[in-house]
């Protein structure tokens, strides 16, 4: 099998055995690159240089027998994550110049590993799509279907992994932007709990939602990821101070006697079929590994893609406030100083981060604070007080992690509301705070892939992940690679 199409474990095996080179890894992956990418479109930009350079740094650190797990292998970095000394641009115009002077902390932690950055991966503007298509530069393609949206906003970096074009990725996930694409693309992707991953250099969208995980091949990789990027850090005030233990630990153990509750809000009318059907049969899959399932209400559940457009739009409209072009990123001369930053924000921003800049700028205004932002944060209050509810009587939450698979570009693009309907299954989470993984479970008959979502407690990403290793290894889902 060609390296592109291994996972980290696999690949850091074979480095340790020195069977390979990162060298070899490095140039496997842009060899595919060169291949695919003008079809595929994952990466706003590609860092050949930066990355041989990286490669030839790992093979000189790696005379030692204990290398670091992500020493020499190449990771690409969506493009909302700040990267010193290169292009970090949101896919926005207004930031498609702006170079960063100072490293994120997820990337700087991987940077200390010797990892090697294969570049920067295409997404929504600003994160704020599910389809890759607000991308101010290009649309991402599926690589199963090259007509078809890959997800978002995190789609160059779920696309770019199931196309090989790299060996794993770090995404975003504000309200599904990690686990819909993954979903989509027929990868792993996991959304850590809020504050387990430091938010230092990521550009922020909606700062009580926004996350950084792992979108990987498979589960053993996600979890490899999460080790190196999870952990307090003094930069960010909203990072938990909480142990980070080793999750790849307890991969392998028995699920045998674990509860798993399926919510009946979660399996909806108008949900495709053969997503249900794939899902029902990974809850069987489940049952038969020893989980019982027992069915659970998250009553609140019908309100959070409403809330979620209330809150994210909100900090949205108060965090993009400060692309005015008076210091860096895009500017337009205007004949004065309000007509510099009108001329600037109207050329900058494209049209779904201007509607979610004015619905939040509304529900922040004077006289519907209390109608609007202050009533979402008590609904939130209400969908989270759902999980810990739920969580009493459970150990895990499974569902579909979208309603339908991938659909075909430009299909949603007219109604905002079907976009956001996209990611019905996947905003609570974020709303509530709790980790959430999507796994392959299944393809359609149309050989689209379909995502299972696992959600946890609070900080319990042991046992998400300690049940969908259990499931991925009895099934062969995650082996699946798309003829591109």
């Known amino acids: 099998m060609e390296l592109?199409?291994?996972?980290?474990?696999?690949?850091?095996?074979?480095?340790?055995?020195?069977?390979?080179?990162?060298?070899?890894?490095?140039?496997?992956?842009?060899?595919?690159?060169?291949?695919?990418?003008?079809?595929?479109?994952?990466?706003?930009?590609?860092?050949?240089?930066?990355?041989?350079?990286?490669?030839?740094?790992?093979?000189?650190?790696?005379?030692?027998?204990?290398?670091?797990?992500?020493?020499?292998?190449?990771?690409?970095?969506?493009?909302?994550?700040?990267?010193?000394?290169?292009?970090?641009?949101?896919?926005?115009?207004?930031?498609?110049?702006?170079?960063?002077?100072?490293?994120?902390?997820?990337?700087?932690?991987?940077?200390?590993?010797?990892?090697?950055?294969?570049?920067?991966?295409?997404?929504?503007?600003?994160?704020?799509?599910?389809?890759?298509?607000?991308?101010?530069?290009?649309?991402?393609?599926?690589?199963?279907?090259?007509?078809?949206?890959?997800?978002?906003?995190?789609?160059?970096?779920a696309a770019a992994v199931a196309a090989g074009e790299c060996i794993a990725a770090l995404g975003s996930d504000t309200g599904g932007s990690i686990r819909q694409p993954a979903a989509l693309c027929g990868v792993v992707g996991l959304k850590p709990t809020y504050g387990r991953v430091s938010r230092y250099g990521l550009v922020a969208f909606a700062s009580s939602l926004d996350q950084i995980g792992p979108i990987t091949k498979n589960v053993r990789?996600?979890?490899?990821?999460?080790?190196?990027?999870?952990?307090?850090?003094p930069k960010d005030s909203t990072s938990a101070p909480v142990a980070v233990p080793d999750f790849t630990a307890v991969l392998g153990q028995d699920i045998r006697g674990m509860k798993i509750g399926i919510p009946k809000e979660y399996f909806i009318e108008g949900m495709d079929a053969e997503v249900d059907a794939s899902v029902r049969e990974a809850i069987r899959k489940l049952e038969s590994l020893g989980a019982t399932a027992h069915e659970v209400s998250l009553?609140?559940?019908?309100?959070?893609?409403?809330?979620?457009?209330?809150?994210?739009?909100?900090?949205?409209?108060?965090?993009?406030?400060?692309?005015?072009?008076?210091?860096?990123?895009?500017?337009?001369?205007?004949?004065?100083?309000?007509?510099?930053?009108?001329?600037?924000?109207?050329?900058?921003f494209g049209p779904e981060v201007k509607r979610r800049i004015m619905l939040g700028t509304y529900a922040l205004s004077s006289g519907y604070y209390d109608a609007y932002y202050k009533k979402a944060q008590q609904v939130?209050?209400?969908?989270?007080?759902?999980?810990?509810?739920?969580?009493?009587?459970?150990?895990?939450?499974?569902?579909?992690?979208?309603?339908?698979?991938?659909?075909?570009?430009g299909e949603k693009t007219d109604d905002p509301l079907q976009m956001y309907l996209a990611d019905i299954f996947t905003i609570s989470v974020n709303?509530?705070?709790?980790?959430?993984?999507?796994?392959?479970?299944?393809?359609?008959?149309?050989?689209?892939?379909?995502?299972?979502?696992?959600?946890?407690?609070?900080?319990?990403e042991e046992t998400v992940l300690k049940a969908s290793y259990a499931y991925e290894q009895s099934t062969e889902w995650h082996m699946r690679r798309p003829a591109l």
């Open 431 to 460: 709303l509530a705070g709790v980790p959430g993984i999507s796994i392959p479970c299944g393809f359609t008959s149309q050989n689209l892939p379909v995502g299972l979502q696992i959600i946890g407690r609070h900080f319990d």
């Open 299 to 348: 009553p609140h559940s019908g309100y959070a893609v409403a809330t979620y457009y209330v809150l994210a739009t909100s900090e949205a409209s108060s965090n993009l406030a400060r692309y005015d072009g008076v210091k860096y990123g895009f500017r337009v001369e205007g004949k004065d100083l309000l007509d510099m930053y009108m001329q600037t924000r109207s050329q900058g």
């Open 4 to 157: 592109f199409n291994l996972g980290i474990h696999e690949i850091r095996a074979m480095l340790d055995r020195k069977e390979i080179t990162s060298k070899d890894v490095t140039d496997s992956v842009f060899g595919r690159i060169d291949a695919v990418e003008e079809r595929i479109r994952a990466y706003v930009t590609v860092t050949k240089d930066e990355a041989v350079r990286m490669a030839a740094a790992a093979d000189g650190a790696t005379g030692s027998d204990t290398a670091a797990p992500l020493s020499g292998i190449p990771v690409a970095i969506k493009d909302n994550m700040c990267t010193k000394g290169i292009l970090t641009t949101c896919s926005s115009r207004i930031l498609g110049n702006f170079v960063p002077p100072y490293e994120s902390t997820v990337t700087s932690k991987l940077t200390d590993q010797h990892y090697v950055l294969t570049g920067k991966t295409n997404l929504d503007e600003f994160a704020m799509g599910s389809s890759t298509e607000n991308s101010a530069f290009q649309t991402t393609r599926n690589p199963w279907d090259t007509e078809r949206i890959p997800g978002g906003s995190s789609g160059g970096s």
């Open 221 to 233: 990789d996600a979890a490899m990821l999460l080790n190196v990027i999870s952990g307090n850090d």
């Open 380 to 409: 939130r209050t209400l969908i989270k007080n759902d999980f810990e509810a739920a969580f009493k009587e459970v150990d895990l939450i499974v569902t579909p992690t979208t309603p339908t698979p991938a659909f075909k570009m």
